[in-house]
C-alpha cells in the first residue's frame, strides 16, 4: 500500500490508499480512518471513507495545507489493518419478488441462472459495507458473485421505492428512501434503513457486513413492509 494524497479544494484533501476495490480493503480503510480523526482532533470537519479513499475535510482557521500533509503522513505511518468483524452485523429481510424486483428476470437471463438461484446467491454472501452516499443512508455493498454483476439501467427509473434492494456491476443497495435511481432492482427489505432519531441517522456504517435473508410474502408484511407494486408507486 503505498497512500497518495490529492487536493480536493483550498481545505480538502484525498487519501488514496488503494487502486482497486476490494473487501481486503476495508480494514486498512478503518484504521486510517480511525488514525485520521485521532489526529486531526478538533481540527477535522469530516472525513468520508470510500472504497479505496478518504477525504479529509479539514478547519483551515486551525490547520494550514502543509500541516495537514504532516499529520496525514503521521497518521498512516506503521498503519496496520483492523482486525476483521470489528463492525456490526446486520440481517436485513427480503421479499425477492418480480413485482418488486423487476430485474431479478434480467439477471436471471444474463447469468443463465434460475431466479430461484439469483435469489439464493444474492442472499448467501455477507457483504461489506464499504460507503454511505447518494441518499442519507444509502450504503454501498459488495462484493456481489461475478455471475450477478449486471450495468446499470440505461435510463434511471424517476422513483425508486424505499427498501428496494438492487445491484449495480458488483455493487449492492438497499434504497433507505423513495428517490430516483438505476440499479437493477430485486426486491424489497422492510427494514428501517434511515432514521432522524437514531444516532449517525443511517442503520448501517463502513466497516459493518450485511447478509440478505430472504422471507415470505407472509412476512414480510407482518414485518411492516409494503408491497405496492413498482409500477403502482411510479
Request: net charge negative; hydrophobic share 45%.
Amino acid at each position: 500500500m503505498k497512500p497518495r494524497i490529492e487536493v480536493v479544494a483550498i481545505d480538502c484533501l484525498m487519501v488514496r490508499l488503494f487502486d482497486v476495490i476490494a473487501e481486503a480493503n476495508m480494514p486498512w480503510m478503518l484504521a486510517a480512518t480511525q488514525r485520521l480523526r485521532e489526529g486531526f482532533g478538533a481540527a477535522l470537519v469530516d472525513l468520508v471513507p470510500s472504497y479505496t479513499t478518504l477525504m479529509v475535510h479539514y478547519d483551515l482557521t486551525a490547520v494550514s495545507p502543509a500541516q495537514a500533509r504532516e499529520l496525514i503522513d503521521q497518521a498512516l505511518t506503521d498503519l496496520q489493518p483492523q482486525a476483521q468483524g470489528s463492525g456490526q452485523c446486520h440481517v436485513l429481510p427480503v421479499w425477492y419478488d418480480l413485482s418488486v424486483g423487476p430485474e431479478l428476470a434480467l439477471l436471471s437471463q444474463r447469468s443463465g441462472l434460475s431466479i430461484d438461484e439469483v435469489i439464493r446467491r444474492h442472499s448467501a454472501h455477507e457483504y461489506q459495507v464499504f460507503a454511505l452516499g447518494f441518499a442519507p443512508g444509502f450504503a454501498f455493498m459488495g462484493l456481489v458473485d461475478e455471475i450477478l454483476a449486471t450495468p446499470r439501467l440505461n435510463t434511471p427509473r424517476k422513483r425508486v421505492a424505499a427498501g428496494s434492494v438492487g445491484i449495480a456491476e458488483r455493487q449492492t443497495a438497499a434504497y433507505p428512501v423513495v428517490s430516483p435511481g438505476g440499479w437493477n432492482l430485486i426486491g424489497r427489505t422492510p427494514a428501517k434503513l434511515f432514521d432522524r432519531e437514531r444516532d449517525g441517522y443511517s442503520l448501517m456504517q463502513p466497516g459493518d457486513t450485511v447478509r440478505f435473508e430472504s422471507v415470505s410474502h407472509a412476512d414480510f408484511i407482518n414485518l411492516g413492509g409494503d408491497d405496492t407494486p413498482l409500477e403502482a408507486q411510479a
